[in-house]
Nanobody, 122 residues
Framework: QVQLVESGGGLVQAGGSLRLSCAASGRTFSSYAMGWFRQAPGKEREFVAATSGSGRITYYADSLKGRFTISRDNAKNTAYLQMNSLKPEDTAVYYC???????????????WGQGTQVTVSS
């Protein structure tokens, strides 16, 4: 089992950048694929990005390729989401997620953080 805590959210102007962090508990962090999801007001939660346990494989929602970058530091038990060229439509609660399965981490991961709010002003 793993516990996840996100940080790094906040208010940023359009065109700006933010880096979200997801700190994980436990000694087997590298055995989990990590993902990020987001949920905007009035909308369903959507997949953003995922990375494999080693970090060598990454996968992104098509609409976010080129602006968002997922990474991880297994020595620090932390995953990151670098968000550049932010737009008002990126405003959402961003959730970190984990699963042992590469398939499930991109759809219905077993473990979730509590979320962190990102607000992009125009």
């Amino acid at each position: 089992q793993v516990q996840l805590v996100e940080s790094g959210g906040g208010l940023v102007q359009a065109g700006g950048s933010l880096r979200l962090s997801c700190a994980a508990s436990g000694r087997t962090f590298s055995s989990y694929a990590m993902g990020w999801f987001r949920q905007a007001p009035g909308k369903e939660r959507e997949f953003v990005a995922a990375t494999s346990g080693s970090g060598r494989i990454t996968y992104y929602a098509d609409s976010l390729k080129g602006r968002f970058t997922i990474s991880r530091d297994n020595a620090k038990n932390t995953a990151y989401l670098q968000m550049n060229s932010l737009k008002p439509e990126d405003t959402a609660v961003y959730y970190c997620a984990a699963d042992n399965s590469w398939v499930l981490v991109r759809s219905v991961p077993a473990y979730w953080g509590q979320g962190t709010q990102v607000t992009v002003s125009s």
